[in-house]
């Protein structure tokens, strides 16, 4: 037997029906061939025999003759006071917003809605705070700052660049979303599940630093330890020495330290390392993980290797998540230094608002 044909015009079909017809066939030996010729959902038994009725009664065009229909009630004033009500409340529902025009159905109501005005339903998505006007305007000024040196020394400054952060590593840790998607149908009687993830109990804390060329320095802290401010002294002595090992010349150009505003970071004992250091220390504004390299750029690619993995023992884990940052080719870091410039020029077109992507 050979493959049905995929592709087809509906005349096609009916074309056959009446040559098929016009030689007697009967309507169900009709249905059957054209079924094996084109598929089984070609067209319904019952619409083959309407059709070879209406051959059988002198019909000749193949094709569906055009509905007049009954007129449109939708106009153009319609149309505006719909509108009008979407804007007045964008949360209505469809159902809700029909009841305040009962003389259409729902689904025109609908059909006015997205077809022709447009408007697509979109969810509220997660933001790290709300930000004030004051939050806001920190964020423009940070983004001034970044983008006229940047326009001044260009490449440069980037190459100035050291960022780091802190963040938990679990000993088990879940897959995200997006890795435990399953391909299927929409009436597959299994669907995927999944309960929703705890925090285990095992687990470390690292700070992880690194520039436009790799990683710098990764210091794990000791088990139920958190970071305070002489810890993170301590981390910032160690990350010193691993600048002048790894990274030869880049103390003499004047290291550009961007970290987040938390307290160990801020704190008097901190400020004071850092200017013996005489590192310049780029003012993040708060409540920006979107401007900050390690929150949108590393740590989120390491969460993803993370949700598949499983860890017994502390060195384990050390080993595991240093592995895997070296192992990181050397345009990843790069690229996670450069999107800076794009988020922070997004930042300031959008007002100081939260930057996506």
């Known amino acids: 037997m050979s493959a049905a044909i995929e592709s087809y015009a509906s005349c096609e079909v009916r074309a056959v029906i009446r040559f098929l017809c016009a030689k007697n066939h009967k309507p169900i030996e009709i249905y ?86 447009g408007y697509h339903k979109f969810c509220a998505r997660w933001v790290p705070k709300l930000l004030t006007e004051d939050h806001k305007q920190q964020r423009l000024a940070a983004a001034l700052n970044f983008l006229e040196a940047y326009e001044k020394n260009g490449n440069q400054l980037l190459e100035r660049i050291v960022t780091g952060d802190e963040t938990w590593v679990q000993y088990v840790n879940c897959e995200t979303k997006r890795q435990s998607m399953e391909w299927g149908h929409t009436n597959s009687p299994n669907k995927p599940t999944k309960c929703l993830p705890s925090w285990s109990g095992r687990k470390i ?45 880049k103390l003499s150009e004047k290291v550009l330290l961007i970290h987040d505003n938390a307290r160990p970071h801020t704190a008097i004992h901190t400020r004071e390392l850092l200017e013996g250091f005489r590192w310049e220390v780029f003012d993040h504004p708060p409540y920006s993980p979107d401007l900050a390299p390690s929150d949108f750029h590393l740590f989120p690619a390491m969460k ?12 384990e884990l050390h080993s595991g998540v240093n592995q895997w940052l070296k192992s990181q080719a050397a ?27």
Not at 331 to 357: A, H, M, S
Request: proline share 2%.
């Open 32 to 117: 059957r061939q054209i079924c094996e010729v084109y598929g089984q959902g070609v067209m319904s038994e019952g619409r083959v025999r309407q059709w070879c009725i209406d051959f059988k009664n002198g019909r000749t065009n193949i094709h569906n003759e055009e509905r007049s229909g009954r007129p449109t009630v939708v106009t153009d004033e319609l149309v505006a006071k719909i509108n009008e009500k979407v804007r007045e409340n964008r949360r209505f529902t469809i159902t809700e917003l029909s009841e305040h025009f009962p003389q259409i159905s729902r689904s025109l109501v609908h059909e006015i809605v997205v077809g022709k005005l």
């Open 205 to 249: 804390m690292a700070t992880v630093f690194w520039d436009i060329h790799g990683v710098i320095l990764v210091d794990f802290l000791e088990r139920g330890q958190t970071i305070n401010a002489e810890r993170y002294c301590e981390t910032l002595r160690k990350l010193r020495r691993a600048i002048q090992n790894k990274r030869r010349g």
């Open 304 to 315: 993803t290797w993370l949700a598949t993995q499983r860890f017994d023992t502390d060195e």
């Open 331 to 357: 345009d990843f870091y790069r690229e996670g230094i450069e999107k800076l410039v794009p988020r922070y020029d997004k930042c300031l077109n959008l007002n100081g608002n939260y930057v996506e992507k």
